[in-house]
């Protein structure tokens, strides 16, 4: 089964640190900068290295975060970003490809360093005081609230289900866990859709299709 450090969402680490303490709204607006100002002004891979130090920094020493917690959640996405480098390196340069990885490794380490610095609620809070001001134009902040929060604590168990299912074949036997689509398509599309009716059939029996 997969750790629940290693799934995105998934983790949180407890702090009193200033990254912590400071609101998540404030987090999104810097992560936000960040992304913007990396995208136009990084052109090189030196400069990339540069800004993935830096966010490694603020992480372990300001808000004092493990390093091998950070390094547990970019497991699930590091060879997604080597099949992208190999990709961009065989399309333009091997410079470029190496600088465009760096920038988003960066991007993503500064994205998970706040939802290890986060809780999932004061995310959620601040997401829907955020929306209440356009209430006003017949925005329909709850049911958007309530998409976000739902959308956000189930990436986890969504992970975590597509682990048990290739643990649930190894257990058989199966040497090829992973590599025949029907074999592992089949059981996490059923499992999906079961635990969306069941979710469904709760929102309903509260009351929240009204």
Not at 101 to 114: F, G, Q, T
Not at 192 to 209: C, E, F, N, S, Y
Request: glycine share 6%; with cysteine.
């Amino acid at each position: 089964m997969i750790s629940p450090s290693r799934v995105p969402l998934g983790l949180y680490v407890p702090g009193t640190s200033i990254v912590h303490r400071a609101r998540p709204g404030i987090k999104m607006l810097v992560l936000a900068i960040f992304l913007i100002t990396t995208a136009i002004v990084v052109k090189s891979w030196p400069m990339a290295v540069g800004c993935l130090v830096a966010v490694v920094l603020v992480a372990t020493v300001i808000a004092r975060v493990p390093l091998r917690a950070l390094l547990r959640q970019l497991t699930l996405v590091l060879p997604i970003l080597l099949a992208v480098g190999l990709l961009l390196w065989w399309r333009t340069t091997g410079e470029k490809a190496l600088t465009t990885v760096l920038v988003l490794l960066a991007s993503i380490s500064a994205a998970l360093l706040i939802t290890l610095t986060t809780r999932v609620a004061a995310m959620m809070d601040s997401f829907e005081r955020g929306l209440r001001h356009l209430a006003r134009f017949g925005l329909p902040v709850d049911q958007i609230s309530l998409a976000l929060t739902l959308t956000l604590r189930l990436i986890p168990l969504q992970v975590q289900m597509v682990g048990e299912v290739l643990d649930a074949r190894k257990a058989r036997g199966s040497r090829s866990a992973g590599l025949s689509p029907v074999a592992f398509g089949v059981p996490v599309i059923v499992r999906t859709i079961l635990r969306a009716q069941g979710v469904a059939d709760a929102l309903r029996a509260r009351g929240a299709a009204d």
